[in-house]
């Protein structure tokens, strides 16, 4: 069984660019969440996909998007890039109905200069 | 917002069980209490969940106050290992979950 898995690990943006942001979810798993975690922090919630709709999404503003494919796989983009944007992108992916239990990957660590 | 409150930080022997605590004095009847850790540069890990009554499995055990107000989870033979930011978070199971971490609590188990 895969875990999940995100790519690229670690990723150094310019203010004002855009980013895309890549995860695998488990083996049979068709919800993914995304979650931003600054240092020192929890993880905030981004948003969730299941069936490739966005279901669910927390404080954060329309420059922060995703897709979920058939497939279950996922993208985040974050356009217009902030330095504040600098934090952990962590990916998760759950069962159909589970989605308190969630599994994580390693996270992208993006960095905005 | 995060629903609960833990302590900022807790330190436990090697070998020893560590107890950590949560309120969530604010739980209401369907929100069941979920424990989450986060070893460093990992993504946070699911440890164990509970309604209302006590839970063990092979990570550890959940004990549930009787009104439900706070919790403990054991890590009933701390190992270093288990060095870790836990998360204890409430959440009503169904429709759109989505986890409210807080900052947690960072357990520093010492050899």
């Known amino acids: 069984e895969t875990g999940v898995t995100q790519s690229p690990t670690h990723l150094i943006k310019t203010r004002g660019q855009q980013v895309t942001l890549r995860c695998s979810s488990q083996s049979g798993h068709n919800t993914v969440s995304w979650y931003q975690q600054a240092l020192g922090q929890g993880p905030q919630f981004i948003f969730q996909y299941y069936r490739e709709e966005e279901n669910g999404r927390g404080n954060f503003p329309p420059r922060f998007s995703g897709l979920q494919f058939p497939n279950y796989s996922s993208e985040l983009n974050v356009n217009a890039l902030e330095l504040d944007d600098s934090a952990l992108y962590l990916c998760?992916?759950?069962?159909?109905?589970?989605?308190?239990?969630?599994?994580f990957g390693p996270g992208t660590r993006l960095t905005v200069t | 917002d995060a629903k609960t409150t833990q302590p900022t930080s807790m330190d436990c022997a090697e070998g020893r069980a560590a107890n950590l605590p949560c309120n969530h004095s604010t739980i209401s009847g369907n929100e069941y209490v979920y424990w989450y850790r986060q070893i460093h540069s990992q993504g946070p890990q699911y440890i164990i969940h509970?309604?209302?009554n006590n839970e063990t499995n092979e990570m550890a055990s959940l004990i549930i106050t009787e009104d439900r107000k706070s919790s403990t989870l054991i890590l009933p033979h701390a190992t270093l290992r288990d060095t870790a930011v836990y998360y204890c978070?409430?959440?009503?199971?169904?429709?759109?979950?989505?986890?409210?971490f807080g900052k947690g609590m960072k357990l520093t188990v010492n050899p």
């Open positions: 509970g309604l209302k």
């Open positions: 998760a992916s759950s069962l159909e109905g589970q989605a308190y239990e969630q599994y």
């Open positions: 978070i409430v959440l009503t199971q169904g429709g759109s979950e989505k986890l409210v």
